[in-house]
């Protein structure tokens, strides 16, 4: 396994549950959300995302209250899908995006997108909502039609996939993620919280990428014994006994 691309397309081939959340009574499975990550590759390709640009994820909520914060997730895995779907077109994504936004394409949550100045070049992607702006694109329903194959191009290990405290190649990623892995004892069986904030390299990899890779189950967020779990991706005063801190991992 060399790429994202490779997780990907062993996890479309995967039994199981990937996400679960404490407010939805349906997970999602390994093969629909890889089915899924391709189909939004395609969908990214028709507005211009190709190697070696740059995207721009906003991580929430489908439809974000007043006490939702940026990078937490609680009920979707929109944005993780839009990470890596940008990946396999060789795009470069940021996951903590600054007010002003110049990047070929910016996925968020409806209700956020008034908080974010766009480039005359950038095409707004929305999920939850829906937006009322016509010039937006609504992602789900955009990604319901598209091609359910993997999206033409190659990308190497050295291409890079992630701008965040510095760029991070595909390459970087994956190797992280085998070391979590092994230092974690991730495997099919594992159930992974994922509380951190996925704006990170480190929680991306102990919250996406690692789980990905071994087979095992990423809950979303939330408090009380219906999202407890093996292992914690969050602070050090998470209840969970073993407890993955994003800082340092990559």
Known sequence: ????????????????????????????????????????????RHYGVRHGMRVAVVAGPKNPTGDDEPGYLRDSPDALLAFLAATLDGAVVDMDPPGAVDTTALVAPANWLGRYELAPGTKALAYGGPS??????????????????QPPGEVGPADDALAADR?????????????????????????????????????????????????????????????????AVAAADAPEETVIQPDGLV
């Not at 009322?132 to 194959?149: C, G, I, K, M």
Request: proline share 5%; with cysteine; charged share 20%.
């Open 132 to 149: 009322d702006d016509p010039t937006v694109a609504q992602f789900e329903r955009e990604l319901w039609s598209e091609n359910p194959l």
């Open 1 to 44: 396994m060399e790429t994202l691309q490779d997780l990907v397309a062993a996890g479309r081939e995967r039994e199981g549950v990937l996400f679960t959340a404490p407010d939805r009574s349906t997970p999602f499975s390994y093969r629909d959300f890889c089915t899924n990550v391709w189909k939004a590759g395609n969908l990214m």
């Open 167 to 231: 760029t991070y190649s595909h390459g970087d990623l994956l190797a992280a993620s085998q070391r979590v892995v092994e230092d974690y004892g991730f495997d099919g069986g594992t159930t992974v919280v994922l509380r951190a904030p996925v704006t990170t390299a480190g929680a991306l990899v102990a919250g996406l990428v690692a789980p990905m890779r071994a087979g095992a189950t990423v809950r979303f967020g939330g408090d009380g014994a219906e999202s407890a779990g093996d292992v």
